[in-house]
Nanobody
Framework: QVQLVESGGGLVQAGGSLRLSCAAS????????MGWFRQAPGKEREFVSA????????DYADSVKGRFTISRDNAKNTVYLQMNSLKPEDTAVYYC?????????????????????WGQGTQVTVSS
């Protein structure tokens, strides 16, 4: 069992930055691929970014590519999402997720069903 706790959300003006953190419990953090998803009001949850177990591979949704950066610190059991040049359309609840699949260490899952554990989410609001 893995418990995930997100932090770092808040209100920011367009063009600003935020850094989300997701702290995981347990001693097997490095065996999970990690991902960030978001859900805006009235919309489905969507993929934002993922990082492989080793941390050497990453993947991004086209809408955030070049603006967001995912990283992980396996020694601290934490995954981060640095969000720059934020836009009002980035407003959503952001969720951290862990995938324990049998994928290679460089695989970055994109689908919701590929993730086994989810955090409670952190609100990000970008004002125009």
């Amino acid at each position: 069992q893995v418990q995930l706790v997100e932090s770092g959300g808040g209100l920011v003006q367009a063009g600003g930055s935020l850094r989300l953190s997701c702290a995981a419990s347990g001693r097997t953090f490095s065996s999970y691929a990690m991902g960030w998803f978001r859900q805006a009001p009235g919309k489905e949850r969507e993929f934002v970014s993922a990082i492989g177990r080793s941390g050497s591979s990453t993947d991004y949704a086209d809408s955030v590519k070049g603006r967001f950066t995912i990283s992980r610190d396996n020694a601290k059991n934490t995954v981060y999402l640095q969000m720059n040049s934020l836009k009002p359309e980035d407003t959503a609840v952001y969720y951290c997720a862990a995938s324990r699949g049998v994928y290679s260490s460089t695989y970055c899952p994109r689908a919701i069903w590929q993730y086994d554990y989810w955090g409670q989410g952190t609100q990000v609001t970008v004002s125009s």
